[in-house]
């Protein structure tokens, strides 16, 4: 498969994300979630010749996508490493950060990777195809009480222990290892009538993505990962420096919403004599931004995007 920048991801939130870190002409900035490179284009055309960003991704399909810019260095390793890498580049503070935290059209669109249950493919989804377990390695060697766990705390499917059992009589007789045979296990016949799941009705469609998307964050340890990114950038930024992170899902935008309220994924408030809440951060938008009505035409993918924005203090 051909990825160019426009196809591996249109940026969503673009002008409002990069205009929400209030950008220094020449401050040292990071993009954690680089794709197809559409945010960072969009940061470097606002930086001076002094001013730096650094991009993150750990697909190498992304490298593609790399801006050739002196002021440009890109870093092929998961975001949680965020510290590790500024210490190793000899970064000590940084005045910005921009986190998208959505799935890369490109992931879904690519037939081969597994992402997406509209293609019969070899259930991988993992975003480093190098290394840990595959998506058929966890449906496969989980016990059953661990499998339902993940579908109900990432998927929050009701019907998750149902599922599980489906599941595991299913892997007794051959392991699950394509899109078909798990949709088999689940009872969904697939044909050629229904390749591409158009006669599904929408509540199975919908819980399906919620089990595909269980899967991925376990995969990716997307949680975990988000939790050390931002603890992460709430060391690193510098004082007014700005976090702007777009979220997709409840499970990662109630992360985000903690962080910038209480400075921790726990969401846990501490409090100074007076009672007033103690946090790293002052929020620049206390109401969630969304897409425009133009955007979510051209681009209905970010139709459940949010951005949050705040500063450090």
Known sequence: MIVTAETYHVPVLLKESVD?????????????????????REILSRLGKKGHLYSFDQDADAEQNIVNDDRFTFVRSNFRYLRNWMRYYG????????ADLGVSS????????????RFDAPLDMR????????????????????????????GELKSARRI???ICKARQQERIETTSQ????????????NAQFSILNSQLKKDLAKMFQALRIEVNHEMDALRDMLLGATQLLEKSGRLSVITYHSLE???VKNVMKAGNAEGKVEQDFFGRISSPFRLVNNKVITPTEEELQANPRSRSAKLRIA???
């Open 20 to 40: 929400g870190l209030d950008i220094k002409s020449d401050g040292i900035y990071v993009d954690v979630t680089f794709g197809g490179g559409g945010h960072s």
């Open 91 to 98: 970064v000590e503070h940084i005045d910005g950060l921009l």
């Open 106 to 117: 490109h992931h879904f669109d690519d037939e081969t990777r597994g992402f997406s249950f």
């Open 127 to 154: 975003m480093n195809k190098r290394a840990g377990k595959t998506a058929a390695d966890i449906l496969n060697e989980y016990s059953e009480e661990a499998l339902a766990d993940v579908f109900y705390l990432y």
């Open 164 to 166: 599980t059992k489906d």
């Open 182 to 193: 798990l949709l088999k296990a689940l009872g969904i016949e697939t044909t050629e009538e």
């Open 253 to 255: 935008d109630r992360i």
């Open 311 to 313: 500063e450090k203090i």
